[in-house]
Structures are given as C-alpha cells and as structure tokens.
C-alpha cells in the first residue's frame, strides 16, 4: 500500500510542478478525485464481478454511493 501512496504523491507533485508558474496560482485538480473515486469503483465492480452490494461493502461505503460514484462517471469522460 505504501509504494501506491508513494507513486500517487510523485504523480500529483509532478502535476503540481509542472502546471503551477506562478506559486500563488490555484490549479484546479478537483480531476484527481473524480477519476481516482471511478477507478476504485471499476475495479471494486470487476473484483466483485458487478455485485454492488459487495464492492460497497468492502470500500465502507453504501451501495446508493457506490452507483452515485459509478453513475457520475459518464458525466466526467
């Protein structure tokens, strides 16, 4: 778990770096939590094979979040 946080911290500090010319700039990466939130789904509803009730169960979430999460995504792409 520990190597993923690591490349997830060096990923979003490259981004970081490479987008922000002026310190005093806010980018805007509100981006980094909708994909990271529809990857974790896809993946929960592939290790699940499409049963809902059990990827909610093992992110510790409710099922009406999970699709909430799931559902949003064709409004992102």
């Not at 993946?43 to 949003?72: D, F, V, W």
Request: proline share 1%; hydrophobic share 40%.
């Amino acid at each position: 778990m520990k190597i993923i946080s690591n490349e997830l911290k060096k990923h979003i500090k490259d981004y970081l770096v490479a987008n922000q010319t002026d310190p005093m700039l806010i980018v805007d990466m509100k981006w980094v939590m909708r994909a990271t939130k529809n990857i974790f789904v896809d993946e929960l509803l592939m290790h699940t094979r499409g049963n809902q009730t059990k990827a909610a169960g093992i992110a510790g979430m409710n099922r009406g979040t999970l699709r909430t999460i799931y559902n949003s995504k064709d409004a992102c792409e």
